[in-house]
């Protein structure tokens, strides 16, 4: 099996790493606090790696049988955030497991992808008809529902995107998702006539919106999205140097090492670095289209353009914040960003990927 490992992807993957590691230690070096992050970082690398050579290892068409468990484990999960979360930051999204805290949407990523994957290529044929499609709609509804109150519109939207790619990529009649649409869009526009439409909308989603269309309106709330252009700025065409950036290391810049680790990245590694950082995350996800490609059923194919989806959403949204042409959503940057549950989870989503590929030849069924 292991003679159709994807090598490419996993040395791209782990570059990636290698270059967030040393940016996390870049942003975080000169603040006590968060001076070991970089450490913690390593080691989510390292363990990143042993689940992702697992993972691959494990037979991604016995996630058939998983899939149902999968999305009730999600839903109990983000029940568990609601009524025991650990507030941070003014929001309820993590779970305090003792020695460490799990944001359960990470993971909660996957196994959405996972479930659907599943539905989608079970019911490949019916999905071409209204009922299935509005079941797949009902079910994603009820997790969507429960991010959305954390409150965490970006991983929502995040949750829409990829659901919506592997509905659009199995097949749906033009006219049923036509009739969804304007559904979708009738709500909201139904709302704001009632005028309660504000009352599903939390202050910071509307404060967001605000800054990014008038950042004059808030200059405090805009500081950091304004301290990102200039870091990006200072950069020029090779960078100011690793662990040089004045906007970094004078940490004009905040949350560095998590949102906003592009900006650093543009700053010390300059547009060239950049380019450079977003050509690795194109190629990773150019060979996972690839391994879609492959697939010799439904099911991998789609769990792979979930990936590969999940990991484009990310990165263009994180790209566009640091740049402001994005609402800032608190969306991280794969790979790069600091992060033990995101790390991990990504690494996880590779080897499923990895799995399909490695089992793609005919003969490995038999």
């Excluded at 309820?92 to 990523?109: A, C, I, M, N, S």
């Amino acid at each position: 099996m292991f003679r159709h490992f994807d090598r490419p992807l996993f040395f791209a993957v782990l570059l990636l790493c290698g270059i967030g590691i040393a940016m996390t230690y870049s942003a975080t070096n000169t603040d006590v606090v968060l001076e070991n992050y970089w450490q913690r970082q390593l080691v989510f690398t390292i363990l990143g790696v042993i689940a992702l050579a697992t993972t691959a290892l494990f037979d991604y068409r016995h996630l058939e049988l998983l899939a149902q468990p999968s999305y009730f484990f999600l839903i109990g999960s983000l029940v568990a955030v609601y009524l025991f979360g650990e507030v941070k930051g003014g929001a309820q999204r993590w779970l305090d497991l003792g020695r460490t805290d799990v944001q359960p949407t990470e993971f909660g990523k996957f196994l959405l992808i996972v479930f659907l994957a599943w539905y989608l290529s079970r019911f490949q044929e019916r999905i071409r008809s209204l009922p299935y499609l509005l079941a797949a709609v009902v079910l994603l509804l009820l997790p969507l529902a429960l991010v959305y109150v954390q409150p965490d519109l970006g991983m929502t939207v995040t949750l829409a995107f990829i659901s919506g790619t592997l509905i659009l990529i199995n097949g749906v009649r033009v006219v049923h998702l036509l009739l969804v649409s304007v559904a979708a869009g009738a709500v909201p526009i139904w709302l704001a006539f009632q005028g309660t439409l504000q009352n599903y909308f939390q202050d910071y989603m509307v404060e967001r919106i605000a800054i990014f269309l008038d950042p004059a309106s808030n200059p405090d709330a805009a500081f950091n999205v304004q301290q990102a252009l200039i870091s990006i700025g200072n950069g020029g065409w090779i960078g100011m140097g690793w662990g040089e950036g004045t906007q970094n290391q004078l940490r004009f810049l905040r949350v560095r090492h998590t949102d906003f680790i592009f900006s650093v990245i543009a700053e010390e590694l300059g547009y060239l670095g950049a380019v450079l950082i977003m050509g690795l995350l194109f190629f990773v996800i150019w060979r996972l289209v690839r391994i879609a490609d492959l697939a010799q059923d439904q099911f991998g194919r789609l769990i792979t353009l979930g990936v590969a989806a999940l990991i484009f959403f990310q990165t263009f949204v994180n790209v566009g914040m640091n740049l402001a042409i994005m609402p800032v959503t608190g969306m991280t940057l794969p790979f790069l960003s600091y992060g033990g549950s995101s790390l991990v989870s990504m690494m996880v989503a590779v080897g499923l990927a990895q799995s399909v590929v490695m089992r793609h030849r005919k003969m490995d069924f038999s």
